[in-house]
């Protein structure tokens, strides 16, 4: 496979050097499509840079989490297909492939400790935005790290 012909992107093929996404992929069900996106707006060399949340032992997560309410709207995919459709699309794994969820697990502890030595929640934060939920939401996210439900993974591609 590779790129599509068009995009429905309002870009040039080959406009972009660069490409990022951050916790973006576990919320787009079309990952076929996503990915042959951004490689449509990147030019030859370009890189892809990713950091997104994979599926990982199997078992069934912990809902909420901050992507998620339920399973019907949660797109994990395991890492190698993820990386397999990222290839597929034609990408090239060039740079970096690195799984990061000890991490992440060891990100939580730090914040565990920093807000149990607070007396109240921060006045601006991620909470704003996220509502109510998010304790609850982020204790499952920590929960299916350390339960290996779910990983993280780091990955620098490139557009040959």
Known sequence: MSAPRHSALPYDNGRFDVAWTQHVAMNIQDRTRLYGE????????GRFAIYDVVAG????????VPWAR??????LVTPRAMQEVLEQTGFRVVVS????????????????????SQSSAPILGIHIAMGPDFP???????????????????AVLEKP
Request: proline content about 3%; glycine content about 10%; hydrophobic content about 40%.
């Open 136 to 154: 609850h939401m982020s204790a499952n996210l920590s929960r299916n790290l350390r339960e290996r439900r779910i990983g993280l993974i780091q």
């Open 97 to 116: 492939w690195i799984d990061r969820t000890e991490d992440g697990i060891a990100w939580f502890d730090q914040q565990l400790h920093a807000h149990v």
């Open 70 to 75: 339920g399973p019907d709207t949660s797109f």
């Open 57 to 64: 032992s199997g078992d069934a997560l912990h809902f909420p």
């Open 38 to 45: 951004v490689y449509w707006v990147l030019r030859g060399g």
